[in-house]
Every structure is written in C-alpha cells, then in structure tokens.
C-alpha cells in the first residue's frame, strides 16, 4: 500500500474560465465538502495516479495496486477494505485490452465483472461509497446523437460486456456506488492513442488511422478533476464524463501531430475494416456529459485544449 502525499496540486495547467473543468481543485459543493478518507485501488495505472494526486492535497488517501491484492479474491478484497477502513473506494482496476478480451474472456470478467463485485460485497453494510469507471463500449454506436446516461446499453465486443456486468454487480451488490462512464482516455501512465501517434511519427512518415470510429477522446487529468467534484458533492448513481466534442480517429491523430510540430508526417483515413483487430467497435461512441454539467454548473474542457495541455506538460507540444 502507498499512502498518499498530501500538499501536491497534479491537476491540469489551465484556469477554469467560463467554468470549465481541469484546473484548480475547486468544487461548487463547498458547504458539503469534508476530509475524506479515500482507497484507490489500481492506484499506478493512468487514472488511478492522476487520482491520488488531485486528491491527496484535500484527502487522506491511500493507494494499493495489483500487486499487492487480487481483485478476483473475494477474501483478498474484503481484507484490504477492513484494513484501510475508507469512507470512499474508487476502483480505477480493469482489464483494458479491448482486443485482448477477445481471447481471455475469462479473466476479462473476471475482473471488470467478478472484481466490482467482490468489492461491492466487501462494502456492503459498511457506509463506503464506491466510485467505479465503465466505457462507452457498452453501447452499440447506433445513435446518431450523444448517448445520455439512461440509454440502453448493447455491447459488441467482449470488454464492453465485461464493464455492462460490471455495472449491474455494482447497482446490485453495493449500498453506495457512483458509476462514471468515459471514453478514449490518454494520460502521463500507462499505454495509450497519443503515445502510440507520437512513437509511430518517430519511426515513419505515413500513418493510417480509422476515420469511421467517432468518439471524444478524454485527459485522464479532467477526469479525476470532475471525479473529484462528484465525490465532494456527495453524488451517486450514473454520470458520463469525457472531454467535450467529438472527432474520429484519425481526426484525433491529425491534431496530435499538428499540436506537437510534426507537420512532415502524413496521415492516412482508413476504414475498421483495414484493421487486423479481434474485436469490434462502436463506429458511434460520444457521450453526452449534459447531466455532469447541470447538477454542478461545470463543463468539461473541449479535447483539442485538454489535448494541448498534455503534449505541452510531457514536453511533446511543437
């Protein structure tokens, strides 16, 4: 286990003009906000560490990571909840290889599935509030407009079944729960679309990117920020959460490479089909985060901004 370090603001480099979300951690829940005690489990992915930074400086948290529990234990769970004894639990463990899902369907649920379940339980009857994360991959992608939070989910591919159960563990199992759904996350740890952009441009001069994919790609920093903002407030239930706007794929690469000066790399617009991948997408996926932005009067920064606040913090912006 890591305990956290308090004192270290790790949000994003922006201010929150016009009441965009991203920057200093303030919350328009201020009468309700309290000292919390929080455990991040999965606290070294990327979301988990930009979790336990934006929060350590209000919260006495504490992280723990896969290599020190085993979310699949039913009794492992239960023991690292009664020995942090945490007012809040927020869950950023999952299995994340889309494609990889495909040909381990069991440890897959196993642990988006069988793990939100054995943390449910081992909150159950104790007043903890559990934050756990899902996918626009729940979803078909047959809407042609934002999905809102009560639309009914239709998984094509193993991953976004395995986060459906998930969820339907969670709503079952658990006295407290807050249930964020997001998309196409990047950030400092861990793999991700930007980094895999950045290191192909560094090895070649063309690169093809699906174009018929439309999602909005989301900075982990944000994330945490408006997590942050939901857990002070008190909130519970189903919120989406990503940056705002929306782009294809291969939109997305164009802006990378733009934003981090690499003008001499040409990018090429292919379709799903031109891609040897075990699993299949959404060709719709973009979130409608309306819900977010009524209960606390904040919006989500637009992706291109996010997207720029990143490659200039990693020292990649051109």
């Known amino acids: 286990m890591v305990p956290g370090r308090g004192g270290r603001n ?14 200093a951690p303030r919350t328009v829940f201020e009468g309700r906000k309290i000292r919390m005690k929080i455990l991040v489990l999965g606290h070294k992915g990327m979301l988990g560490s930009d979790l336990m930074f934006r929060l350590t400086a209000a919260h006495d948290v504490t992280g723990i990571d896969s290599g020190d529990f085993d979310i699949t234990a039913g009794d492992d769970c239960a023991r690292v909840i009664a020995e942090c004894s945490p007012e809040v639990v927020i869950n950023a463990a999952a299995y994340t290889n889309v494609d990889g ?14 793990g939100v379940k054995n943390i449910a339980l081992a909150c159950r009857g104790r007043g903890i509030r559990i934050v756990h994360f899902s996918t626009d991959y729940i979803f078909d992608g047959r809407k042609e407009t934002p999905y809102v939070e009560a639309d009914p989910p239709a998984p094509l591919n193993v991953y976004g079944a395995s986060k459906l159960e998930g969820e339907r563990f969670l709503e079952a199992f658990s006295d407290h729960w807050l249930l964020i759904r997001t998309a196409w996350l990047y950030g400092q740890n861990g793999k991700n679309f930007v980094k895999a ?63 981090a000066g690499k003008t001499d790399i040409t990018v090429r617009p292919i379709r799903s089909q031109g891609l040897a991948r075990s699993a299949v997408r959404p060709a719709w996926s973009v979130l409608s985060t309306r819900k977010f932005s009524e209960e606390t009067g904040k919006t989500m920064r637009f992706w291109q901004i996010a997207l720029q606040d990143y490659l200039g913090l990693t020292g990649c912006r051109g």
């Open 10 to 23: 790790y949000a994003g480099q922006g201010s929150q003009k016009g009441g965009s979300y991203g920057a």
């Open 197 to 259: 952009i950045l290191e192909k441009a560094s090895a070649v001069k063309t690169i093809d990117v699906v174009d018929d994919q439309i999602g909005a790609p989301t900075y982990s920093r944000d994330l945490a920020a408006a997590v942050q903002l939901l857990i002070e407030g008190g909130q519970e239930g189903v919120y989406h959460l990503t940056n705002r706007g929306r782009c294809s794929w291969y939109e997305f690469a164009c802006k990378i490479l733009l934003y």
């Open 101 to 114: 899902c495909e040909a381990d369907r069991e440890r897959c649920f196993a642990v988006n599935a069988g």
